[in-house]
């Protein structure tokens, strides 16, 4: 079977992208810090059907990702679709404007977006090109395309790992991998902020599905209501 491991995974977008690729017949390889959260998600995913296995791994520390995805492939005998969306920015200490941000505080957000997404391809990449086959996608909020002054270290980081994923994208072509970058324009449910529009995760999860599938010359998505 086809394999796809999601890292942030996490109950919300990363369990709906589960759900929507193991419903097609992928195991899936769950990769995120916290192991208690993710065997209760592969154990939700078991009892729907979903042939579904935890690998706990920060994306902060490269060699225990790259040693969490080889595992997956080991176990699922390859890993043909990565999707990367770790939480980032919401998960930060500080949260700057333009002109309050200082360098300690994009480098901390480029360490989780950017350079964790590197580090991931890096991990999945060459046997990806050894098949001639696979999908590479990248998640970030729609700052990365339209930034927030109350969030300008996270946005910045995130137009970095967009700028990058659009560049693979280009530079894969005919490669038979996709790269391609999805940016968010909703407030994911239950994370309901006032004014700003809702989605529920099982809305947008499709998106994933058909850049693997029907939309593969497609570098970017915008999911927007």
């Known amino acids: 079977m086809p394999a796809i491991a999601i890292i942030g995974a996490g109950p919300g977008l990363g369990l709906a992208i589960a759900r929507t690729f193991g419903s097609q017949g992928f195991d899936v390889a769950l990769v995120a810090r916290n192991s208690v959260k993710l065997d209760d998600l592969a154990g939700k995913l078991t009892a729907e059907g979903v042939n579904a ?8 520390d490269r060699d225990a990702l790259t040693q969490a995805l080889k595992d ?41 977006l950017l350079y964790g997404a590197i580090a991931a391809t890096q991990a999945v990449l060459p046997a ?11 998640t970030t909020g729609a700052g990365s395309i339209d930034p927030v ?4 270290n996270v946005n910045a980081a995130a137009a970095a790992l967009r700028n990058w994923a659009i560049n693979l994208h280009k530079e894969l072509t005919d490669s038979g ?9 909703v407030s994911i449910a239950p994370n309901d902020f006032p004014g700003v529009p809702t989605a529920e995760p099982g809305e947008i999860s499709p998106v994933y599905w058909e850049l693997h599938t029907t939309h593969r010359d497609v570098p970017e998505r915008v999911f927007s209501l």
């Not at 296995?53 to 902060?60: G, H, N, R, T």
């Not at 700057?96 to 505080?105: G, K, N, R, S």
Request: no cysteine; proline share 5%; net charge negative.
């Open 128 to 138: 990806m090109r050894e098949a001639g086959a696979g999908t590479l996608l990248f």
């Open 177 to 185: 991998i996709q790269a391609a970058h999805v940016g968010i324009d």
């Open 72 to 112: 997956a492939a080991a176990r699922f005998g390859g890993i043909d679709v990565l999707e990367y969306s770790p939480v980032g920015g919401l998960g930060s200490t500080v949260l700057t404007t333009p002109a309050a941000t200082e360098v300690a505080h994009v480098q901390h957000e480029m360490e989780f």
């Open 53 to 60: 296995a935890a690998f706990p791994a920060d994306v902060l």
């Open 149 to 152: 002054p109350m969030v300008a």
